[in-house]
Protein backbone atom coordinates (compact mmCIF):
# COMPACT_ATOMS: atom_id res chain seq x y z
CA UNK A 1 0.00 0.00 0.00
CA UNK A 2 2.72 2.30 1.09
CA UNK A 3 4.75 2.17 -2.67
CA UNK A 4 1.09 2.66 -4.79
CA UNK A 5 0.79 5.50 -2.69
CA UNK A 6 4.52 6.78 -3.24
CA UNK A 7 4.12 6.37 -6.78
CA UNK A 8 0.78 7.28 -7.45
CA UNK A 9 0.12 3.73 -8.63
CA UNK A 10 -3.56 2.77 -8.80
CA UNK A 11 -5.09 1.40 -6.06
CA UNK A 12 -7.32 -1.20 -7.40
CA UNK A 13 -10.19 -2.48 -5.93
CA UNK A 14 -8.74 -6.31 -6.61
CA UNK A 15 -5.82 -6.05 -4.08
CA UNK A 16 -7.22 -3.63 -1.52
CA UNK A 17 -10.59 -3.78 -0.45
CA UNK A 18 -10.29 0.05 -0.03
CA UNK A 19 -8.34 0.82 -2.98
CA UNK A 20 -11.23 2.85 -4.96
CA UNK A 21 -12.39 5.10 -2.14
CA UNK A 22 -8.55 5.56 -1.25
CA UNK A 23 -7.65 6.88 -4.63
CA UNK A 24 -10.89 9.09 -4.63
CA UNK A 25 -9.75 10.69 -1.24
CA UNK A 26 -6.21 11.48 -2.85
CA UNK A 27 -7.75 12.69 -6.48
CA UNK A 28 -9.92 15.29 -3.98
CA UNK A 29 -6.99 17.02 -2.66
CA UNK A 30 -6.61 20.68 -3.53
CA UNK A 31 -9.56 20.83 -5.13
CA UNK A 32 -12.62 23.29 -4.01
CA UNK A 33 -14.47 20.64 -3.21
CA UNK A 34 -12.13 19.69 -0.50
CA UNK A 35 -12.86 23.06 1.25
CA UNK A 36 -15.66 22.26 3.91
CA UNK A 37 -17.85 25.24 5.40
CA UNK A 38 -17.70 24.55 9.23
CA UNK A 39 -20.01 26.88 10.48
CA UNK A 40 -22.86 24.91 10.19
CA UNK A 41 -21.02 22.13 12.80
CA UNK A 42 -21.44 23.41 16.46
CA UNK A 43 -21.61 21.84 20.03
CA UNK A 44 -20.46 18.39 19.93
CA UNK A 45 -18.41 18.62 16.28
CA UNK A 46 -16.24 21.18 17.98
CA UNK A 47 -15.27 19.19 20.37
CA UNK A 48 -14.10 16.45 17.99
CA UNK A 49 -10.11 16.32 18.24
CA UNK A 50 -8.67 17.06 15.06
CA UNK A 51 -12.30 18.20 13.27
CA UNK A 52 -10.65 20.76 11.21
CA UNK A 53 -8.13 18.53 9.30
CA UNK A 54 -10.52 15.44 9.37
CA UNK A 55 -13.57 17.75 7.79
CA UNK A 56 -11.56 17.18 4.53
CA UNK A 57 -12.74 13.24 4.46
CA UNK A 58 -16.06 14.14 5.44
CA UNK A 59 -16.37 16.02 2.01
CA UNK A 60 -15.50 12.97 0.31
CA UNK A 61 -18.05 10.78 2.40
CA UNK A 62 -21.00 13.44 1.45
CA UNK A 63 -19.76 12.91 -2.27
CA UNK A 64 -19.69 9.13 -2.40
CA UNK A 65 -23.40 8.77 -0.68
CA UNK A 66 -25.85 7.55 -2.99
CA UNK A 67 -28.07 9.77 -4.68
CA UNK A 68 -31.42 9.53 -2.73
CA UNK A 69 -35.04 11.07 -3.56
CA UNK A 70 -36.17 14.21 -2.30
CA UNK A 71 -38.40 12.81 -0.35
CA UNK A 72 -36.35 10.62 0.94
CA UNK A 73 -34.26 13.54 2.10
CA UNK A 74 -37.16 15.56 3.75
CA UNK A 75 -37.78 13.04 5.82
CA UNK A 76 -34.46 13.95 7.95
CA UNK A 77 -33.97 17.34 8.87
CA UNK A 78 -30.09 19.29 8.22
CA UNK A 79 -29.44 19.01 12.17
CA UNK A 80 -29.86 15.02 12.22
CA UNK A 81 -27.74 14.64 8.75
CA UNK A 82 -25.05 16.82 10.65
CA UNK A 83 -25.98 14.02 13.64
CA UNK A 84 -25.28 11.64 10.67
CA UNK A 85 -21.94 13.18 10.07
CA UNK A 86 -20.70 13.99 13.25
CA UNK A 87 -21.02 9.63 13.81
CA UNK A 88 -18.26 9.51 11.13
CA UNK A 89 -16.47 12.79 12.48
CA UNK A 90 -16.11 10.96 15.88
CA UNK A 91 -14.36 7.12 14.49
CA UNK A 92 -12.44 9.22 12.29
CA UNK A 93 -10.79 10.88 15.21
CA UNK A 94 -10.95 8.29 17.68
CA UNK A 95 -8.32 6.22 14.55
CA UNK A 96 -5.91 9.00 13.51
CA UNK A 97 -5.46 11.33 16.46
CA UNK A 98 -3.25 9.30 18.30
CA UNK A 99 -0.69 9.87 14.84
CA UNK A 100 -2.27 13.32 14.29
CA UNK A 101 -0.92 14.47 17.67
CA UNK A 102 2.29 13.45 16.97
CA UNK A 103 2.62 14.89 13.96
CA UNK A 104 1.23 18.35 15.27
CA UNK A 105 3.78 18.35 18.12
CA UNK A 106 6.60 18.22 15.80
CA UNK A 107 4.95 21.02 13.54
CA UNK A 108 4.45 23.67 15.90
CA UNK A 109 7.99 22.46 17.61
CA UNK A 110 9.57 23.24 14.47
CA UNK A 111 7.22 26.53 13.51
CA UNK A 112 8.08 27.70 16.83
CA UNK A 113 11.28 27.26 17.75
CA UNK A 114 11.30 24.91 20.93
CA UNK A 115 8.62 23.07 22.60
CA UNK A 116 6.81 26.12 24.03
CA UNK A 117 3.21 26.97 22.16
CA UNK A 118 3.23 30.62 20.59
CA UNK A 119 0.37 31.43 18.52
CA UNK A 120 -0.88 27.87 18.55
CA UNK A 121 -4.21 28.39 16.92
CA UNK A 122 -2.40 29.61 13.92
CA UNK A 123 -0.18 26.65 13.59
CA UNK A 124 -3.15 24.22 14.07
CA UNK A 125 -4.47 25.95 11.04
CA UNK A 126 -1.70 25.40 8.79
CA UNK A 127 -1.30 21.61 10.06
CA UNK A 128 -4.79 21.28 9.49
CA UNK A 129 -4.54 23.37 5.48
CA UNK A 130 -0.79 21.14 5.36
CA UNK A 131 -2.35 17.73 5.45
CA UNK A 132 -5.71 18.85 3.33
CA UNK A 133 -4.00 20.27 0.46
CA UNK A 134 -2.28 16.93 -0.29
CA UNK A 135 -5.10 15.02 0.69
CA UNK A 136 -3.26 13.66 3.12
CA UNK A 137 -0.82 11.91 0.92
CA UNK A 138 2.32 12.66 3.30
CA UNK A 139 0.36 11.67 6.45
CA UNK A 140 -0.84 7.97 4.76
CA UNK A 141 3.12 7.35 3.29
CA UNK A 142 3.56 8.17 7.42
CA UNK A 143 1.30 5.64 7.88
CA UNK A 144 0.13 3.59 5.17
CA UNK A 145 -2.49 1.20 7.77
CA UNK A 146 -4.35 4.47 8.82
CA UNK A 147 -5.05 5.11 4.84
CA UNK A 148 -7.06 1.09 4.86
CA UNK A 149 -8.52 2.55 8.11
CA UNK A 150 -9.94 5.78 7.20
CA UNK A 151 -10.74 4.60 3.70
CA UNK A 152 -12.77 1.77 5.32
CA UNK A 153 -14.69 4.22 7.93
CA UNK A 154 -15.74 5.89 4.97
CA UNK A 155 -16.99 3.25 2.69
CA UNK A 156 -19.05 1.65 6.27
CA UNK A 157 -20.68 4.92 6.74
CA UNK A 158 -21.51 5.87 3.53
CA UNK A 159 -23.67 2.22 3.42
CA UNK A 160 -24.65 2.81 7.06
CA UNK A 161 -26.18 6.48 5.84
CA UNK A 162 -27.90 4.93 2.73
CA UNK A 163 -29.29 1.68 4.24
CA UNK A 164 -30.56 3.67 7.40
CA UNK A 165 -32.42 6.51 5.01
CA UNK A 166 -33.86 3.71 2.73
CA UNK A 167 -35.20 1.67 5.50
CA UNK A 168 -36.79 4.70 7.27
CA UNK A 169 -38.84 5.62 4.23
CA UNK A 170 -39.51 2.13 3.65
CA UNK A 171 -41.08 1.68 7.19
CA UNK A 172 -42.24 5.11 8.11
CA UNK A 173 -45.82 3.99 8.15
CA UNK A 174 -45.27 1.20 10.55
CA UNK A 175 -43.00 3.54 12.85
CA UNK A 176 -45.94 5.88 13.21
CA UNK A 177 -48.27 3.42 14.09
CA UNK A 178 -45.65 2.22 16.45
CA UNK A 179 -45.28 5.38 18.54
CA UNK A 180 -48.62 6.79 17.55
CA UNK A 181 -48.23 10.08 15.52
CA UNK A 182 -49.53 10.28 12.05
CA UNK A 183 -46.39 9.82 8.82
CA UNK A 184 -46.97 13.35 8.17
CA UNK A 185 -45.16 13.89 11.48
CA UNK A 186 -42.25 11.92 10.85
CA UNK A 187 -39.48 13.95 10.34
CA UNK A 188 -36.12 12.87 12.01
CA UNK A 189 -34.78 15.80 13.67
CA UNK A 190 -31.54 14.06 15.86
CA UNK A 191 -29.80 10.85 15.62
CA UNK A 192 -27.61 9.53 18.39
CA UNK A 193 -24.80 7.26 17.93
CA UNK A 194 -22.61 5.76 20.01
CA UNK A 195 -25.08 3.05 21.57
CA UNK A 196 -23.70 -0.47 20.73
CA UNK A 197 -20.75 -1.65 19.00
CA UNK A 198 -19.95 -1.77 15.53
CA UNK A 199 -20.85 -5.07 13.30
CA UNK A 200 -21.80 -6.02 9.77
CA UNK A 201 -19.81 -3.55 7.86
CA UNK A 202 -19.50 -0.67 10.72
CA UNK A 203 -23.52 -0.97 11.55
CA UNK A 204 -24.46 0.14 14.93
CA UNK A 205 -27.86 1.28 17.18
CA UNK A 206 -29.30 4.66 16.41
CA UNK A 207 -31.41 6.66 18.35
CA UNK A 208 -34.13 8.86 16.08
CA UNK A 209 -35.74 11.47 17.31
CA UNK A 210 -39.00 13.39 16.40
CA UNK A 211 -41.97 14.76 17.56
CA UNK A 212 -40.54 14.48 21.02
CA UNK A 213 -40.53 10.71 20.68
CA UNK A 214 -37.79 8.21 20.33
CA UNK A 215 -37.35 5.50 18.48
CA UNK A 216 -34.32 2.39 18.36
CA UNK A 217 -33.08 1.47 14.85
CA UNK A 218 -31.31 -1.98 15.49
CA UNK A 219 -29.62 -3.08 12.21
CA UNK A 220 -29.47 -6.65 13.55
CA UNK A 221 -32.39 -9.56 14.15
CA UNK A 222 -34.61 -8.31 16.82
CA UNK A 223 -35.81 -11.88 17.58
CA UNK A 224 -35.18 -11.84 21.02
CA UNK A 225 -37.15 -9.00 21.61
CA UNK A 226 -39.99 -10.31 20.28
CA UNK A 227 -39.45 -13.33 22.69
CA UNK A 228 -39.55 -11.22 25.52
CA UNK A 229 -43.07 -10.00 24.50
CA UNK A 230 -44.50 -13.31 24.09
CA UNK A 231 -42.80 -13.88 27.62
CA UNK A 232 -44.82 -10.73 29.10
CA UNK A 233 -47.86 -11.47 27.07
CA UNK A 234 -47.54 -15.16 28.58
CA UNK A 235 -47.30 -13.84 32.01
CA UNK A 236 -50.18 -11.40 31.85
CA UNK A 237 -52.45 -14.13 31.09
CA UNK A 238 -51.55 -15.96 34.15
CA UNK A 239 -52.97 -13.14 35.88
CA UNK A 240 -50.62 -13.46 39.12
CA UNK A 241 -48.80 -10.44 39.21
CA UNK A 242 -49.65 -6.47 37.91
CA UNK A 243 -49.38 -6.90 33.88
CA UNK A 244 -46.60 -5.75 32.33
CA UNK A 245 -46.34 -4.02 28.99
CA UNK A 246 -44.90 -5.42 25.78
CA UNK A 247 -42.46 -3.19 23.72
CA UNK A 248 -43.48 -2.33 20.48
CA UNK A 249 -41.30 -2.87 18.15
CA UNK A 250 -41.40 -3.50 13.97
CA UNK A 251 -39.43 -6.58 13.43
CA UNK A 252 -38.19 -6.63 9.75
CA UNK A 253 -35.87 -10.10 10.27
CA UNK A 254 -32.55 -8.54 9.65
CA UNK A 255 -33.22 -5.50 12.01
CA UNK A 256 -36.14 -3.88 13.00
CA UNK A 257 -37.46 -0.56 14.64
CA UNK A 258 -38.03 -0.86 18.67
CA UNK A 259 -40.20 1.96 20.97
CA UNK A 260 -37.74 3.81 23.63
CA UNK A 261 -38.83 2.67 26.89
CA UNK A 262 -38.57 5.00 29.48
Known sequence: LKSHLAYAEPLTKARFPCGNTLTKILTLA?????????????????????????????????????????SDSALFSKEAISDLEVLLLTRLSR????ALLVRFALWR???????????????????????????FKTFFLEYPVLAHLVATAIDEWISLRDVLLRRFVD????????????????????????????????????????????VYYKP????????????????NSLRCCLPMRPINLVDRGVYGWMESVP
Open 109 to 135: HVRSGGWVPTDGKLHYASFCAQNRSDG
Open 220 to 235: KDIGADRVYNDVVRWV
Open 30 to 70: GSQAGRVETAQYAGNWSLIPFAHCLEYFLQFARQGVCATSA
Open 95 to 98: ICTP
Open 171 to 214: DRVAICDMVGISAGDAVVTAVKGGLSDTHHGGQSVLCLTFRARE
